[in-house]
């Protein structure tokens, strides 16, 4: 349950409880995989064309395009931009580009659980 936003007053100052506001930035567990073999040029669901190889981002059906994420797994970050719609696959939450999966290491895997954290 996310926590109320906590303040006080202080010489006539507002203070805000930067304790309140971590539950709402929490990492959420999500199953992803990548994608980006034969897709390359090809347009995305926001209009960008998609460059697997070159560009991190990301295909989700939770988040609208533009949302930054940043994703973890196996003790490496990267952050990725929605720029398209899916996966298809049941039960998966989140599509990385090629080049994305690389830098955390999730293309050996190819699916698993990463943490994913909204930053913008």
Do not use: C, H
Not at 22 to 48: F, K, V
């Amino acid at each position: 349950m996310k926590s109320f936003l906590k303040t006080m007053m202080v010489a006539g100052v507002m203070m805000v409880s930067l304790a309140a506001l971590q539950d709402s930035a929490a990492a959420d567990t999500q199953l992803a995989s990548w994608y980006g073999p034969g897709l390359e040029g090809n347009l995305t669901a926001s209009g960008d064309v998609f460059e697997p190889y070159t560009e991190y981002t990301a295909a989700s059906l939770q988040y609208p395009f533009g949302t930054e994420l940043l994703v973890s797994y196996g003790g490496y970050s990267t952050v990725v931009t929605v720029t398209d719609s899916g996966p298809y696959v049941a039960g998966r939450e989140l599509d990385l580009s090629a080049v994305a999966a690389e830098e955390i290491g999730l293309t050996y895997t190819g699916t698993d659980f990463v943490d994913v954290q909204v930053i913008g």
